[in-house]
């Protein structure tokens, strides 16, 4: 079997490309490239013939047994992790092609994770019934400092393994780690989201004996390490990912400004038939709000839509954004398709108490429009770094 070299220079790729018309499949697709190890070559082969889920699977399972054909295992393992992104609950592939893509990644970044020259030490971090999964890299040299890092609603922790790398190469002890709803610790533990991130961050943190750490959540992680840091000052600076005040607001940001506010009426009013039945003929006619529903009645242990929707305010930083009292960062993107970046007032009000705040919108101009920045994730992390740098230096 093919495996990567440990000597080749660390990218993090660099790329804006349209690729389908429907905004989420087109999003998720640059992410197979930029983030996951695919090849745009391959994708856009196959790019336009994806209308739906069925579809999804379909053409990404192909991509995936073509490239394994051809011993490309790095473009395979890419696109089998993401062929499981829309498959939904029940569907015994999902688990099926999670752990393929699984196996294939250590095997084919074996030598990241194994023997004396290793880069990353693998470990696994108990909480309560089910163990965390942490990746650990420890630069050359003396240490800048300590960073803590995590994914969101939909991540899998291999995908940041050149994000972790390059963190390595710029001087950091990094800590990746995958939380409850996230990766296997749901789709083979069986643990589901929580709220109070807190809890698993204290039992990363509590089991490494960190202290002085800079936690950096990703995508919905924009709440999640907030809301820890709100609970534990070991971590003395925060970097949120992605503007995120609340996710039940988020899910309806898109949209305009009489059907978020009919959504929050018929929330307060537990309309449930109602809601479902909007929430059913929204999915479908939008493949995105189709994925929203059913990953997130999956992930939240939620039975049905109006139930996912109510759990959702459970993710609101405001009952604990008077706690913030860190040097905190948030990174924004204009372009993208799931948040209204200018909910970042909201959220600037909220917290009143941080050390400093820092607010950094990214841009179409800078190929780093889209959600979490996927087009541009170089620059979005020497972002984080030149902050955490410029904090420590004015203390």
Not at 137 to 158: C, Q, R, W
Request: proline share 3%; net charge negative; hydrophobic share 40%.
């Amino acid at each position: 079997m093919e495996k990567y070299d440990v000597d080749q220079p660390i990218v993090l790729k660099r790329g804006v490309y349209q690729l389908n018309k429907e905004a989420n499949f087109n999003y998720q697709l640059n992410r197979v490239i930029n983030w996951d190890g695919g090849e745009l070559s391959d994708v856009q082969k196959i790019a336009a013939r994806i209308r739906d889920s069925a579809d999804w699977k379909r053409e990404l399972i192909g991509l995936g047994d073509a490239a394994m054909k051809e011993g490309r295992t790095g473009n395979a393992v890419a696109y089998y992790r993401m062929s499981e992104f829309f498959m939904y609950d029940g569907d015994p592939d999902k688990r099926k092609y999670y752990e393929k893509a699984t196996k294939l990644f250590y095997e084919y970044y074996a030598d990241v994770f194994e023997g004396e020259n290793r880069r990353i030490e693998r470990f696994d971090v108990p909480y309560e019934n089910v163990k965390l999964p942490v990746m650990h890299a420890v630069p050359e040299g003396e240490s800048k400092g300590t960073i803590l890092i995590h994914g969101g609603n939909d991540s899998y922790f291999e995908e940041f393994l050149f994000t972790v790398l390059y963190m390595q190469e710029q001087g950091f002890e990094v800590y990746m780690f995958e939380g409850p709803g996230q990766g296997g610790v749901m789709r083979v533990q069986g643990m589901h989201f929580t709220h109070e991130w807190e809890k698993p961050v204290k039992a990363i943190l509590d089991y490494f004996r960190l202290e002085d750490v800079t936690i950096i959540g990703i995508s919905l992680g924009g709440y999640l390490a907030p809301r820890a840091a709100a609970f534990d000052k070991r971590i003395t600076k925060v970097v949120a990912w992605s503007v995120f005040p609340c996710f039940q607001d988020i899910l309806v940001s898109m949209q305009p400004k009489n059907i978020q506010k009919a959504f929050h009426i018929l929330m307060k009013l537990h309309a449930r038939p109602l809601m479902n039945l909007v929430f059913e003929k929204k999915a479908k006619k939008s493949p995105i709000i189709d994925w929203g529903i059913r990953h997130g009645c999956y992930a939240y242990e939620a039975k049905d839509a109006y139930s996912y929707a109510k759990k959702l305010k459970l993710y609101d930083l405001e009952p604990v954004a008077e706690k913030i009292t860190q040097d905190m960062l948030i990174l924004g993107a204009n372009g993208d398709h799931f948040i209204d970046y200018t909910l970042i007032g909201r959220e600037i009000n909220m917290l009143k108490n941080v050390r400093s705040l820092t607010f950094r919108l990214f841009t179409d101009k800078e190929d780093a429009q889209n959600h979490c920045n996927v087009g541009n994730g170089k620059l979005a992390v020497e972002e984080i770094i030149d902050w955490i740098c410029r904090i420590d230096s004015s203390t």
